[in-house]
T-cell receptor, first 112, second 117 residues
Framework: GESVGLHLPTLSVQEGDNSIINCAYSNSASDYFIWYKQESGKGPQFIIDIRSNMDKRQGQRVTVLLNKTVKHLSLQIAATQPGDSAVYFCAETGSNDYKLSFGAGTTVTVRA | NAGVMQNPRHLVRRRGQEARLRCSPMKGHSHVYWYRQLPEEGLKFMVYLQKENIIDESGMPKERFSAEFPKEGPSILRIQQVVRGDSAAYFC???????????????FGQGTRLTVV
């Protein structure tokens, strides 16, 4: 697959504030996007996904926004908590593909 | 329903030895994916297998690496004659259907951290 990348490698956020993590992708054929959270020493954990026929999807405290025009994906975390400290990856795949392409990851650090 | 189980969690091998990494997918999942993660990097696709079949091994190095997913038992990622550059975290994921299907999610294991000394 083509590259999937993140705009910022690190993000420091005050506890209780909202976090926004951005991701750019270059494969115009991508139609399924996933955000994963990876804590130190653990495997990636599914947070939320979105298909290309949607531009917004909400979960518990998280919202994913998809802008297909500029090939941009974002993850918003409301009321960030210390437990949200982790590395966040966006991943994408196409309708004729089955392997996920991961970005490099954004490290989120929550300040108390 | 147990999640994806990988073992061992940590594996130390000397250069030239063989490393065998095991992955038991979630119950009912017949699709297995192996990924490699170097420090401070994202996960890189290695191989996609279904029961008894390798579907795509385009991310696997041509030499020394092999994978299998037998009819019975876990999926195995085998690295022969390991070198220091093989040191990484190896993650396995499984899904009940191919990822391109609607409403299909891939679940990851905790990974095996291979250190080659």
């Amino acid at each position: 697959g083509e590259s999937v990348g993140l705009h910022l490698p690190t993000l420091s956020v005050q506890e209780g504030d909202n976090s926004i993590i951005n991701c750019a992708y270059s494969n115009s054929a991508s139609d399924y996007f996933i955000w994963y959270k990876q804590e130190s020493g653990k495997g990636p954990q599914f947070i939320i996904d979105i298909r290309s026929n949607m531009d917004k999807r909400q979960g518990q405290r998280v919202t994913v926004l998809l802008n297909k025009t500029v090939k941009h994906l974002s993850l918003q975390i409301a009321a960030t908590q210390p437990g949200d400290s982790a590395v966040y990856f966006c991943a994408e795949t196409g309708s004729n593909d089955y392997k996920l392409s991961f970005g490099a990851g954004t490290t989120v650090t929550v300040r108390a | 329903n147990a999640g994806v189980m990988q073992n061992p969690r940590h594996l130390v091998r000397r250069r030239g030895q063989e490393a065998r990494l095991r992955c038991s997918p979630m119950k009912g999942h017949s699709h297995v994916y192996w990924y490699r993660q170097l420090p401070e990097e994202g996960l890189k696709f290695m191989v996609y297998l279904q029961k008894e079949n390798i579907i795509d091994e385009s991310g696997m190095p041509k030499e020394r690496f092999s994978a299998e997913f037998p009819k019975e038992g876990p999926s195995i990622l085998r690295i022969q004659q390991v070198v220091r550059g093989d040191s990484a975290a190896y993650f396995c994921a499984s899904s009940p259907q191919p990822l391109q299907n609607m409403n299909t999610e891939a679940f990851f294991g905790q990974g095996t951290r291979l250190t080659v000394v």
